[in-house]
């Protein structure tokens, strides 16, 4: 064949190919029902939250501490008088329950089973 013949052979196939995709495009595609119009989402309305009021805070409200009672949580000692340096009058074993009976800064008046003294309140 010549070289001639085959080019226009070349090209009368590719205008077949696109000939049978138009008409598929016209019978089927065209045919085919279009999406609607989307409608446009609403804006959400994000409430703004409310502050959490800090909690009221007051200089002299304090639970009673006379007349509580307790319980030792590691061995104490228990002293004649609210001060590191005092006499020792009894030690507390772990589990030993006591009554507050005052308070002096950092301690407590206490009273035990047999013994009266002071204990630091930082356990």
Same mark, same amino acid.
């Given at each position: 064949?010549?070289? *001639?013949?085959?080019?226009?052979?070349?090209? #009368?196939?590719?205008?077949?190919?696109?000939?049978?995709?138009?008409? /598929?495009? +016209?019978? /089927?595609?065209?045919?085919? =029902?279009? =999406? #609607? @119009?989307?409608? !446009? @989402?609403?804006?959400?309305?994000?409430?703004? =939250?409310?502050?959490?009021?800090? =909690?009221?805070?007051?200089?002299? /409200? +304090?639970?009673?501490?006379?007349?509580?009672?307790?319980?030792?949580?590691? !061995?104490?000692?228990?002293? *004649?008088?609210?001060?590191?340096?005092?006499?020792?009058?009894?030690?507390?074993?772990?589990?030993? @329950? /006591?009554?507050?009976? #005052?308070?002096?800064?950092?301690?407590?008046?206490?009273?035990? +089973? #047999?013994? !009266?003294?002071?204990?630091?309140?930082?356990?």
């Amino acid at each position: 064949m010549r070289r *001639r013949t085959k080019i226009l052979l070349i090209l #009368g196939a590719v205008l077949a190919i696109l000939l049978v995709a138009a008409l /598929f495009r +016209e019978m /089927f595609v065209a045919r085919l =029902p279009l =999406p #609607g @119009p989307t409608a !446009s @989402p609403e804006a959400t309305l994000i409430p703004t =939250p409310t502050p959490t009021p800090a =909690p009221m805070l007051s200089k002299v /409200f +304090e639970l009673p501490i006379e007349g509580a009672a307790g319980y030792a949580s590691v !061995s104490m000692k228990l002293r *004649r008088g609210p001060d590191a340096s005092a006499q020792v009058v009894a030690t507390l074993n772990p589990g030993a @329950p /006591f009554r507050i009976v #005052g308070e002096s800064g950092a301690w407590w008046q206490v009273e035990t +089973e #047999g013994a !009266s003294g002071w204990l630091q309140h930082k356990y």
